[in-house]
């Protein structure tokens, strides 16, 4: 069952309440393990190619066949935090999904070319979800949020929401890739400087990193979802104890405990 969610306005926890969880597993492509490793993906202009990403041995040969770069990018992501053996809900989260190759197939339309039904259907916001939930057989509930300028908190919230009526565990996907130059971007800070997918197992307790969530009243800037998973990124791979995000209307706050 598959959910897509746009969200525009976020107006829950309206009081600053906090909310502690647990990552009990993560996992990111490129490969992130450690502050030094961060700083090579992040500050290095020679990032491998998503093109190249081995697909893991989960997805069939009729999967494989459809997988973008980005799709691969995301399953190899997700593959480093889950059992194959026990399915969980999840939460994916990208605020650009396929839109280069939906670019793509308006120019061949442009050129007087037919558009596959094929092609459209693996260029919709949730493809790579369904593409997911196929190749691993999961059944569970599976939201695709579109965070439009909250960047990676709307994630966070639908993922916890789950873990309050629950679920024992969630799985969440953040994901983007650079936009084509078609789109123009400045002044707007939502163009990520590279293809990356990051996958977090949570719960509300168990071994792991455990994570205070809340809502920060300050004022802040720091780019949309595609900026903002580098950021958390950051904050996984090295000593920071604490992570503050926001795009103009609404801040958040991670703090290690």
């Not at 999967?63 to 889950?82: D, M």
């Not at 259907?121 to 493809?127: G, P, T, W």
């Not at 790579?128 to 990676?152: K, M, R």
Request: charged share 20%; net charge negative.
């Amino acid at each position: 069952m598959l959910h897509v969610l746009l969200v525009d306005r976020i107006d829950i926890m309206t009081p600053l309440k906090a909310v502690d969880f647990v990552v009990l597993e993560w996992n990111a492509w490129p490969g992130i393990s450690g502050q030094e490793s961060w700083r090579d993906c992040c500050d290095s202009k020679a990032v491998a190619q998503a093109e190249k990403t081995v697909i893991p041995v989960a997805a069939s040969k009729t999967v494989r066949r459809r997988l973008s770069p980005l799709a691969r990018a995301v399953f190899n992501a997700a593959e480093g935090c889950i059992d194959n053996d026990n399915t969980l809900p999840i939460v994916f989260s990208s605020a650009h999904g396929e839109v280069n190759k939906s670019l793509e197939m308006l120019k061949s339309m442009q050129n007087g070319e037919e558009v596959s039904p094929t092609a459209f259907s693996l260029s919709v916001h949730n493809a790579i979800a369904g593409l997911f939930s196929i190749a691993y057989a999961n059944h569970q509930e599976i939201t695709v949020i579109a965070p439009g300028q909250d960047g990676i908190a709307p994630a966070f919230i639908e993922a916890l929401g789950l873990l309050q009526e629950h679920q024992a565990e969630v799985l969440m996907v953040f994901y983007d890739e650079p936009l084509s130059d078609f789109y123009p971007t400045p002044p707007f800070a939502l163009d990520g400087p590279a293809v990356c997918a990051l996958g977090l197992r949570i719960s509300l307790a168990g071994n792991g990193l455990p994570i205070r969530f809340c809502r920060s009243p300050a004022q802040r800037n720091d780019g949309e979802h595609a900026l903002q998973i580098f950021s958390f990124l950051k904050f996984l791979a090295t000593d920071d104890k604490s992570l503050a995000l926001g795009n103009h209307r609404h801040s958040w706050e991670w703090r290690k405990q």
